[in-house]
C-alpha cells in the first residue's frame, strides 16, 4: 500500500505570500491528483498530473517521479485560497490504487 | 449545471438504526465511490461501482451497503453493525471506466456529516 506524506500539515501565511505545499509517496505511481476541500467540506480536483509540471491561475503543481514527490504552489496568495489541500497518488488501475493524503490546512490572512 | 448531490448534509442515527445517505449524479459518469473522512486522516474507500448492478468493497466496508440500481445513483447505507459511524462521508465519480483503470479526475458531492445520538 502507498503511504503519502504531506507538509506542512498547517500552514499560517499572510495575504500574498508565496505558498508551497509537499507531498511525497513510497511506490511507483501512474498519477498523482491535488484537491482542495472547502471549510463546508466539498472537495474540488485541482490538478492530475503524472510528469512535469501543470498551471491553472495562480496555482503550479509539479511532480518527480524519480523522487516519489510532488509539490502544489500558491503564488500570490489570498484569503479565498485558505482550504484543506489534499494529495492523492494513483499506485494502480481501478478504485482502490487511489490514497489519500492527511491533507495540509492552509490559512491565508488578510 | 452538472454535479453530485449528496442529502441530507447533516444526519443523526440513533442506536441500532440504519441510515441512508443519498448521492445523486447527473454527470453520466459510469464510476461513483463513497469515502469516509475522520478528523487527521486521509480519505478512505468505503465502496465503488463501475456500471449498474455491479459494485466492489473498499478498504473498510464492514458496516455498510450500497447499490447501484441507477447510473445516476449510488445510495449508502450506513447499518447498526457500524459501530463507530460518526464521520464525513463523501461520494464521487468518474467518467467511462476503459480497460479497468479509472485514471480520471472526481468529481465530489459535498458531503454528509453522520453523528450519533
Known amino acids: 500500500k502507498n503511504e503519502v506524506e504531506q507538509s506542512p500539515q498547517n500552514l499560517t501565511a499572510q495575504e500574498g505570500e508565496f505558498i508551497t505545499i509537499n507531498c511525497s509517496y513510497s511506490v511507483g505511481i501512474s498519477a498523482l491528483h491535488w484537491l482542495q476541500q472547502h471549510p463546508g467540506g466539498g472537495i474540488v480536483s485541482l490538478f492530475m498530473?503524472?510528469?512535469?509540471?501543470k498551471k491553472h491561475g495562480r496555482l503550479i503543481a509539479t511532480i518527480n517521479i524519480q523522487e516519489k514527490h510532488s509539490s502544489l504552489h500558491i503564488t500570490a496568495s489570498h484569503p479565498r485560497d485558505s482550504a484543506v489541500y489534499i494529495c492523492?497518488?494513483?499506485w494502480g488501475g481501478g478504485a482502490d490504487g487511489l490514497t489519500f493524503g492527511k491533507g495540509t490546512h492552509l490559512i491565508i490572512q488578510p | 449545471d452538472g454535479g453530485i448531490t449528496q442529502s441530507p448534509k447533516y444526519l443523526f442515527r440513533k442506536e441500532g438504526q440504519n441510515v441512508t445517505l443519498s448521492c445523486e449524479q447527473n454527470?453520466?459518469?459510469?464510476?461513483m465511490y463513497w469515502y469516509r473522512q475522520d478528523p487527521g486522516q486521509g480519505l478512505r474507500l468505503i465502496y465503488y461501482?463501475?456500471?449498474?448492478?455491479?459494485?466492489q468493497k473498499g478498504d473498510i466496508a464492514e458496516g455498510y451497503s450500497v447499490s447501484r440500481e441507477k447510473k445516476e445513483s449510488f445510495p449508502l447505507t450506513v447499518t447498526s453493525a457500524q459501530k463507530n459511524p460518526t464521520a464525513f462521508y463523501l461520494c464521487?465519480?468518474?467518467?467511462?471506466?476503459?480497460?479497468?483503470?479509472?485514471?480520471?479526475?472526481?468529481?465530489f458531492g459535498d458531503g454528509t456529516r453522520l453523528s450519533i445520538l
Open positions: 454527470l453520466n459518469h459510469d464510476a
Open positions: 464521487a465519480s468518474t467518467p467511462k471506466v476503459t480497460g479497468g483503470l479509472s485514471n480520471q479526475p472526481q468529481h
Open positions: 498530473l503524472s510528469s512535469g509540471k
Open positions: 492523492a497518488p494513483r
Open positions: 461501482s463501475q456500471i449498474v448492478n455491479d459494485f
